[in-house]
């Protein structure tokens, strides 16, 4: 699955950056609109595969752990999950304002596909998925409602938590006490991170 989903997700940038210099980025708003009706079915695939800021931040993740950056430390003023919402808010008003006063599309895909960089250069990926990015709290929103997802075996795991290692939107917890995996479809990517580390192949893309 792996080089699958490489070329996937590099394909998808492709189309991004087309638009983008094209000055037709907004149509991909149209392609992230369809992504929450398939979320809705099949859980979050559009996080893991289409979306350019993810794609992009798979090499910045792996340059910051190089370079010794990244902190697993998170700002406290994100913990409380608001300012995803409020990042949602303000970007949607400034489309729709900016828009109708000047008639112009303000860049805003391109700047947070920016701040996404800068963040996951510092901080964990988790904290630009969960705690900042506008698209991903409409992902979240949609993707709990998903009738086929990552789900774990609960015969089968083990509870090493070599999957929660992996895992780039802490989707996945081993249960304190129960030494299972649980799987949160709501934060889950779908990205096969943690299939492919499960030393018992406990985790399957199923319908729940
Ligand atoms: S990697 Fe597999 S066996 Fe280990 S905790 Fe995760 S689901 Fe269970
Ligand atoms: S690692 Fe597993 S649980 Fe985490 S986002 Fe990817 S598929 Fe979902």
Redesign the pocket.
């Known amino acids: 699955m792996k080089p699958f989903g490489t070329i996937v997700r590099i394909l998808f940038l492709a189309i991004f950056l087309m638009l983008l210099l094209n000055g037709n980025v907004m149509l991909w708003l149209l392609l992230f609109v369809i992504s929450l009706f398939v979320a809705l079915l099949f859980g979050r695939i559009y996080c893991g595969y289409a979306c350019p800021m993810n794609t992009l931040m798979l090499p910045v993740e792996w340059l910051s752990k190089k370079l010794k950056i990244q902190t697993k430390s998170t700002p406290k003023w994100l913990k409380n999950g608001y300012f995803t919402w409020i990042t949602l808010v303000v970007s949607i008003a400034v489309m729709l304002l900016s828009k109708r006063l000047f008639h112009m599309d303000l860049p805003v895909l391109p700047f947070w596909l920016t701040v996404s960089v800068i963040v996951t250069l510092r901080y964990r990926p988790v904290v630009f998925h969960n705690l900042i990015c506008p698209f991903g709290a409409l992902q979240r929103t949609f993707g709990r409602f998903s009738r086929v997802s990552k789900s ?2 609960h015969e ?9 290692k992996v895992c780039p939107s802490d989707a ?1 917890k ?1 249960l304190d006490g129960k ?3 649980v799987i949160n479809k709501m934060l889950c990517h779908q990205c096969t991170n ?1 299939q492919e ?7 399957h893309y199923t319908k729940i």
């Open positions: 774990v075996d089968a795991c083990i509870g090493c938590k070599l999957c929660e996945i081993v030494n299972k995996a943690c580390v499960c030393p018992k192949a406990a985790i």
